[in-house]
């Protein structure tokens, strides 16, 4: 199985930050790798596949990067609205399998 | 608007059974591979099974951690996807999400769209 690393695990960031989360592969996945965000008692919300294109609707304030197995998902001009947990997602190989999450704070 | 709404959820006995249901909406199910991906209270994703389409003579995938105690299964003239859960473990405990595959260059990535999840106890 192909395991996913995400680091930090959590992130205290303030209004206005840029921040960014990695996402490491235990083995190459070529560019089949998603980003979803998700917020408390919420179902995940699709936000980026195959590395950076960005899903129908999700502002370009979120972009995503890499190659590999080094994938980054980078966040401009933090708002309120974008606190949350960040999971990213290989699907080159089956068992499709995710990160453990990043949780995003606000400091 | 695209809806994925699960049903079936409830507390169930270890090695007891239990029917999950997605009914979809606002796509085209036939044209989807389907997921069910759950989550443990407090903890994070994982993708549980797959179901591919008519086209794909709707194959199947299953996470080790299920095989051979679940069956995911689809029904396109109903526009619905389910769940068959059996010999039920503690460790299954979570809120069970369907999700709606999308396939770009060559592979297909779980979670385009997500129901509200359903959430299955499994506890004497």
């Known amino acids: 199985d192909i395991q996913m690393t995400q680091s930090p695990s959590s992130l205290s960031a303030s209004v206005g930050d840029r921040v960014t989360i990695t996402c490491r592969a235990s083995q190459g996945i070529s560019n089949y790798l998603a980003w979803f965000q998700q917020k408390p008692g919420k179902a995940p919300k699709a936000l980026i596949y195959?590395?950076?294109s960005l899903q129908s609707g999700v502002p370009s304030k979120f972009s995503g990067s890499g190659s590999g197995t080094d994938f980054t998902l980078t966040i401009s001009s933090l708002q309120p609205e974008d606190f949350a947990t960040y999971y990213c997602q290989q699907y080159n190989s089956y068992p499709l399998t995710f990160g453990q999450g990043t949780r995003l704070e606000i400091k | 608007e695209v809806q994925l709404v699960e049903s079936g959820g409830g507390l169930v006995q270890p090695g007891g059974s239990l029917r999950l249901s997605c009914a979809a909406s606002g796509f085209t199910f036939s044209d989807h591979y389907m997921d069910w991906v759950r989550q443990a209270p407090g903890k994070g994703l994982e993708w549980v099974a797959r179901?591919?389409?008519?086209?794909?003579?709707?194959?199947?995938e299953y996470a080790a951690s299920v095989k051979g105690r679940f069956t995911i299964s689809r029904d396109d003239s109903k526009n619905s996807l389910y769940l068959q859960m059996n010999s039920l473990k503690t460790e299954d405990t979570a809120v069970y999400y369907c999700a709606r595959g999308q396939c770009s260059g060559g592979s297909c990535y779980c979670g385009l769209n997500w129901g509200q999840g359903t959430l299955v106890t499994v506890s004497s």
């Open positions: 179901i591919r389409k008519r086209g794909n003579s709707y194959t199947t």
């Open positions: 195959a590395v950076s």
